[in-house]
């Protein structure tokens, strides 16, 4: 391990001369910066990995369910295990998407699951990221960068191999493919994850394409190659659905591809991940996962979600107003560690006014215990501090659901904050999978 702190520098200059950075727009801005590497891998025991991989299997299967049955016949609303108005007022629905069958019957390929270790430890879910979860890169290319500055670390210590992503990444998007060559389609360089869609199209030896690149005739979605179009089987693609095709959504969006919709809706082109996916990853639909897993798979959900309250329900909006200051209340339409809201760092009056703002849109929050979750430990100014961490863990699903044995560990560089994102200032960290031996 100390062989690693003493190439920190180096890992670091070698990620930003590759470009490892992330983007955010803010105030109508575009911001790119640097996304800090710490070189303390989180450990993680292979008898705990079994139980977290169960884990994942069995709550990315229910969610590929759920959104299955409520594009289709839409049995769990209509026997009473979710409002119809937490799937039909929620921003990631798309009426669009309604009666079309993916590929296989797939519609999460690429799940990112976020996670925290309690210190009572058990792993809770803090969030579902079914639409286009970022993030496998930076620890691919940071395990990469270890191994060439300190190859006898990794000698030395039983760490799972994590180089396979872009094959499970390939390995999924050809099992879906309709004929053709995969894609991965980027929005454009000032996109905030550019660097991961190039690194990725690299590792899986996907065509990394643009609009511009990209065309549908009669139905079939092509690649303009240099010399012939070719047909694309599988497009990957990190564009936001509602700029995804112009003439089926956002019609004054540039990035997307006329009639694409018109394909994938044809069965002609396979898309990972499917349009719609949102209605799953809203914070409002993650309340009833443990129910999902309970009605679609007949089984007692493995991980834990947060202790969550809706105050949609009376009952858990009377527990909300009574316990305000010692809940994170989260607002569903934001992400990116926005919107989230601690009762405790309110004034009186500020927290009269979250009661207010709660009571009169119930459906916009939601309002968790406080999970005092690990902390691990970074280097920072010459010295080991301790820093609040969580855990996204990247679920491939193809044939099979497959957990990546690695995932993306990231840490707040604040002492006195819960707030892990790469948006809201952290850092990131590898994450070592240990072997049995």
């Known amino acids: 391990m100390q062989d690693l702190l003493m190439h920190k520098d180096q890992v670091n200059e070698q990620l930003a001369r590759y470009g490892v950075k992330f983007g955010i727009y803010k105030d109508g801005k575009f911001n790119e910066r640097l996304f800090p ?22 709550r990315v299967t229910a969610l590929n369910l759920f959104l299955a049955d409520i ?46 270790l309690g210190k009572d430890g058990i792993w809770y879910v803090l969030e579902d990221n079914l639409r286009i979860p970022s993030g496998a890169s ?20 039983n760490v799972r191999d994590n180089r396979n992503y872009g094959a499970l990444l390939k390995q999924v998007m050809d099992e879906v493919n309709t004929g053709g060559i ?14 991961e869609h190039s690194y990725l199209a690299e590792q899986s030896g996907a065509v990394l394409a643009e609009s511009a690149d990209l065309f549908v005739e009669q139905g079939v979605l092509y690649y303009k190659a240099s010399r012939d179009p070719v047909k694309v089987g599988a497009v990957y693609r990190r564009v936001s659905d509602e700029y995804l095709d112009p003439l089926c959504f956002e019609p004054s969006s540039l990035i997307g591809v006329p009639n694409l919709m018109d394909a994938y ?12 996916n949102g209605v799953a990853d809203d914070k409002g639909i993650y309340y009833f996962v443990p129910k999902m897993i309970a009605y679609y798979l007949e089984e007692e959900p493995i991980l834990h ?30 992400a990116g560690g926005y919107g989230v809201i601690f009762g405790e760092n309110l004034s009186p009056a500020e927290l009269e006014k979250l009661k207010e703002a709660v009571r009169r849109e119930p459906r916009r929050f939601i309002a968790q215990t406080v999970i005092d979750f690990q902390d691990l430990p970074i280097w920072e100014d010459g010295t080991q501090v301790m820093r609040k961490a969580d855990l996204r863990a990247f ?4 044939d099979k659901v497959r957990v990546w044995p690695s995932g993306l560990t990231r840490f707040s560089r604040n002492p006195d904050s819960f707030v892990v994102n790469s948006s809201q200032g952290g850092g990131f960290k590898d994450t070592w999978i240990m072997t049995s031996r």
């Open 138 to 157: 930076y620890p691919l290319i940071a395990r990469r960068l270890c191994r060439n500055c300190s190859p006898r670390t990794f000698r030395s210590n």
């Open 395 to 398: 679920v491939l699903t193809g």
């Open 305 to 334: 979600n947060a202790p969550t309250f809706l105050p949609y329900f009376p009952e858990d909006m009377a527990y909300t107003m009574e316990h305000i200051g010692e809940l994170v209340i989260k607002d569903v339409a934001e």
């Open 37 to 58: 590497f710490d070189p303390i891998p989180r450990q993680i025991e292979s008898r705990d990995y079994e139980i977290l991989e169960k884990g994942l299997r069995q």
């Open 265 to 276: 809706r044809a069965g002609n082109v396979a898309v990972l991940n499917a349009p719609g």
């Open 182 to 195: 995969n894609v991965i389609f980027t929005p454009g360089r000032y996109n905030a994850a550019y660097f």
């Open 71 to 116: 594009y289709g016949r839409k049995r769990i609303l209509r026997d009473g295990i979710i409002p119809e108005e937490f799937v039909f007022r929620s921003p990631g629905y798309l009426a669009e998407c309604e009666g079309i069958t993916p590929p296989k019957g797939i519609y999460s390929h690429i799940s990112g699951i976020d996670l925290v």
